[in-house]
């Protein structure tokens, strides 16, 4: 979803997806360093505010399937805010190999589709921050959809978190993969990220409204 551009009828959708389930534990304490193993590859992180993006939507999926649902969305949209970056500023030919943009996604918990690899030149950052978001955004945006003034207050900490924490794309990926001239615009489109939290404080009892429609029926 592109943050500039927040549709009633997506975010209505989100909603509809939502659980009921209000049993998350208590979220991490974003600005603190936090230890993440990505096993596969031998790696520990122990600072994740500067690491590609895909290792974030990895850190959220593996959150959310421990039952750390807030620090899940959390680090979702701090995930989202920062691939938004990348994807605007990622040259055309910046390619992952096949194998990699495939581990990175599985990993994530959503299996690149056979065909995806066999286009082999298209596989760059961007698409894969597509896919994986479009796999873990249902479960987690599905989640944040079921508690409106959670979803909101998570939100913010994410645009707090950004302004503490400013994303360098260039600690990130390779500096040859991006355009340095695209990041004003990458930035001023990241920030979308508030218009969203504006739509959802303006259209909030409709949106619940809704919700518990969808839920009685």
């Given at each position: 979803?592109?943050?500039?551009?927040?549709?009633l009828t997506l975010?209505?959708?989100?909603?509809?997806?939502?659980?009921?389930?209000?049993?998350?534990?208590?979220?991490?304490?974003?600005?603190?360093p936090?230890?993440?193993?990505?096993?596969?590859y031998g790696?520990?992180?122990?600072d994740?505010t500067?690491?590609?993006?895909?290792?974030l939507?990895?850190?959220?999926?593996h959150?959310f399937?421990?039952?750390?649902?807030?620090?899940?969305?959390?680090?979702?949209?701090?995930a989202?805010?920062r691939?938004?970056?990348?994807?605007?500023?990622e040259?055309?030919n910046?390619?992952?190999p096949?194998?990699?943009?495939?581990q990175?996604?599985?990993?994530?918990?959503?299996?690149?589709?056979?065909?995806?690899?066999v286009?082999?030149?298209?596989?760059?950052?961007?698409?894969?921050?597509n896919?994986i978001?479009?796999?873990?955004?249902?479960d987690?945006?599905g989640y944040?959809?079921?508690n409106?003034?959670?979803w909101i207050?998570?939100?913010?900490k994410?645009?707090a978190f950004e302004?503490?924490?400013?994303?360098?794309?260039?600690?990130?990926v390779p500096?040859?993969?991006?355009n340095?001239?695209?990041l004003?615009?990458a930035?001023?489109?990241?920030?979308g990220l508030?218009?969203?939290?504006?739509?959802?404080?303006?259209?909030k009892?409709?949106?619940?409204?809704?919700r518990?429609?969808l839920?009685?029926?």
């Open positions: 979803m592109a943050l500039s551009k927040i549709s975010i209505r959708s989100l909603c509809m997806l939502a659980g009921c389930q209000q049993n998350s534990t208590p979220e991490q304490t974003a600005n603190q936090v230890q993440f193993v990505n096993a596969a790696q520990h992180f122990t994740l500067q690491i590609d993006p895909a290792y939507f990895i850190y959220a999926n959150l399937n421990n039952g750390e649902k807030d620090a899940a969305l959390f680090w979702f949209y701090v989202q805010y691939a938004l970056i990348i994807r605007v500023m040259n055309d910046s390619l992952l096949a194998d990699l943009y495939q990175l996604a599985e990993d994530a918990g959503t299996p690149v589709i056979g065909q995806m690899v286009l082999g030149n298209g596989l760059n950052r961007g698409h894969l921050y896919y978001h479009s796999g873990l955004g249902i987690i945006n944040a959809g079921s409106m003034d959670n207050t998570q939100l913010e994410v645009m302004k503490a924490n400013p994303f360098d794309p260039y600690q990130a500096a040859e993969q991006l340095k001239e695209k004003p615009e930035q001023r489109r990241a920030e508030a218009e969203m939290i504006a739509f959802l404080k303006n259209n009892a409709e949106l619940e409204k809704q518990d429609a839920k009685n029926n």
